[in-house]
């Protein structure tokens, strides 16, 4: 697609269930990164994938928070045992890593999780 | 522990004025940074990226600088509109093609006509 594309846009649970949130970067785009922004907070960053390998994922808050990619491509973030405090939007971003573009991110519009 | 502050945190104008967002961060040996806005309920549009051997970069009405000997990064929009309106969040990353940026916790930006 012509932008990084997530899914749901918006998830309500309830504390205790697990949850899997989608990431479908920019076609082409070797980077993918996974980043949290809970309400009135900055942007906190929790993962970051080269292809399929993570070299960076000392965001994650706690062994509650996954991440995988495959094919390069597609990214799943994946929350097990919901808490309130997990409550937040969760927004992917792609970068190339070659080219004019390389240093750029783009972000998609989110996924807004409510755990009740 | 790397930081960047912004300042205003909130900014209300009438539409005409040329504004000025200040950005700042401990960590001088940062690689490039890049300005965003946010619309509400959406996600980041990227705005301007200053690569490392860059001091400034122009898009239309915005210019933003990058001083990194004093930590700092300014964006500059001329003649702002009501459709500047948006939250702008400053964030820098410390090496090439490294793994995260950081951000700050942003600039609210209200035009009104």
């Known amino acids: 697609g012509a932008g990084v594309s997530q899914s749901p846009s918006n998830k309500v649970t309830e504390k205790g269930k697990d949850v899997e949130l989608r990431c479908d970067p920019i076609?082409?785009?070797?980077?993918l990164y996974w980043y949290r922004q809970s309400l009135g907070q900055g942007l906190e960053f929790l993962i970051y994938?080269?292809?399929?390998?993570?070299?960076?994922k000392s965001g994650l808050p706690s062994d509650r928070f996954s991440a995988e990619r495959t094919g390069g491509s597609v990214s799943t973030l994946t929350i097990q045992r919901t808490q309130q405090e997990d409550s937040a939007v969760y927004l992917c971003?792609?970068?190339?890593?070659?080219?004019?573009?390389?240093?750029?991110?783009?972000f998609g519009e989110g996924s807004r999780l409510t755990v009740l | 522990k790397q930081e960047v502050t912004q300042i205003p945190a909130a900014l209300s104008v009438p539409e005409g004025e040329n504004l000025v967002l200040n950005c700042s961060f401990t960590?001088?040996?940062?690689?490039?940074l890049q300005w965003f806005r946010q619309d509400p309920g959406k996600g980041l549009t990227s705005l301007l990226l200053?690569?490392?051997?860059?001091r400034e970069q122009t898009s239309g009405r915005l210019n933003a600088s990058l001083d990194k000997s004093s930590g700092r990064s300014t964006l500059y929009i001329a003649a702002s509109q009501p459709g500047d309106s948006a939250t702008y969040l400053c964030?820098?990353?410390?090496?090439?093609?490294?793994?995260?940026?950081?951000f700050g916790t942003g600039t609210r930006l209200q035009v009104f006509p």
């Open positions: 076609s082409g785009h070797t980077a």
């Open positions: 994938f080269q292809g399929n390998s993570a070299p960076d």
């Open positions: 964030a820098f990353s410390v090496g090439y093609n490294t793994d995260k940026l950081i």
């Open positions: 200053i690569q490392s051997s860059q």
């Open positions: 971003a792609s970068r190339p890593s070659f080219g004019p573009m390389a240093g750029e991110l783009f």
């Open positions: 960590d001088s040996a940062i690689y490039n």
